[in-house]
């Protein structure tokens, strides 16, 4: 039962997108659940998030996050597994090294441009994993690292401004809960947002999309990207530099992979953990300014 007023009266309940109201019978304002807010002049009753949703407390929303990004773990060290398979039957890595190397200077562009496209479209048949896989056996694990760097960050700005100056109009017409969510984010913490989605989520091409359909401005953006993007690339760079050992399971289980996996699990759910920090203080902050209204 939604928390309303005392004395018989009926109140109106908006939900985020304020497009439909329903009403409801009246109960006692001392039943007032700690999810809604009562405008003392307005005598409203207005939920803080859709009441479908369920209410989780920062600790809950951690402690689930912290189980998806494990399994998110598991997955990794499968394609980790799968990529291995394929570069050891299917890929000659030496003959793939001496044309890179052919290309000369124009080699690491051709890099960076591959994967800063690869990061503006969702390509199944290009697997990202596939990409620093081959990144790091043929230029090295540090030199490929930064390349591939380079090129996820370089396509996640276009596609930011892809999203805010050619399709952002279109895009915002088709407005949706999730985009709703992620402006509501972002907008009340610009670039700490956005360092938690990288660490959280990494370089999901929806996501360079989306933020650019948020308030925070390109600067921003991109510092925060750039930063972001950094641990887990040169993490998997190492990791996947392994992938022409024999034992694949055995040299990811040994140290430092085992280390590095550990560290991936932990920046995932820092990034979780912050995320859902900045949503906690951004609502308590939505409920302290509609208090003084």
């Not at 994967?115 to 990409?131: E, S």
């Not at 399971?249 to 550990?262: E, F, G, T």
Request: net charge positive; charged share 15%; glycine share 8%.
């Amino acid at each position: 039962m939604p928390p309303v007023l005392s004395g018989g009266r009926r109140v109106v309940w908006c939900s985020y997108s304020a497009a439909s109201c329903r009403r409801f019978p009246v109960v006692d304002e001392a039943q007032e659940d700690t999810r809604f807010l009562v405008q003392r002049e307005g005598r409203r009753v207005i939920p803080l998030h859709d009441p479908a949703e369920s209410d989780q407390s920062p600790l809950q929303r951690i402690l689930r996050g912290s189980a998806k990004s494990f399994a998110g773990v598991l997955v990794l060290v499968l394609a980790i597994v799968v990529t291995g398979i394929i570069v050891q039957r299917y890929i000659d890595v030496d003959g793939l090294r001496a044309r890179v190397e052919g290309l000369g200077v124009l080699a690491p562009l051709v890099v960076v441009s591959v994967v800063a496209v690869r990061n503006m479209l969702v390509l199944p048949i290009l697997p990202m994993a596939l990409l620093i896989g081959i990144g790091s056996l043929v230029f090295g694990k540090f030199s490929g690292a930064c390349y591939i760097w380079v090129g996820t960050t370089l396509g996640a700005i276009l596609a930011f401004m892809l999203a805010r100056y050619c399709i952002g109009d279109v895009a915002s017409r088709l407005s949706s809960r999730v985009l709703r969510s992620l402006n509501e984010v972002v907008s009340s913490s610009g670039p700490l947002s956005i360092l938690g989605l990288r660490l959280a989520f990494y370089t999901r091409t929806p996501l360079n999309y989306g933020c650019g359909l948020t308030s925070v401005s390109l600067g921003e953006y991109a510092v925060a990207t750039l930063i972001g993007l950094a641990p887990r690339t040169f993490i998997l760079s190492y990791l996947f530099e392994r992938v022409q050992d024999p034992d694949l399971v055995q040299a990811l289980l040994a140290y430092p992979s085992l280390i590095l996996l550990h560290l991936l699990l932990v920046l995932k759910i820092g990034g979780i953990g912050l995320l859902t920090l900045l949503v906690w203080r951004a609502r308590k902050t939505l409920i302290a300014n509609r208090e003084k209204v």
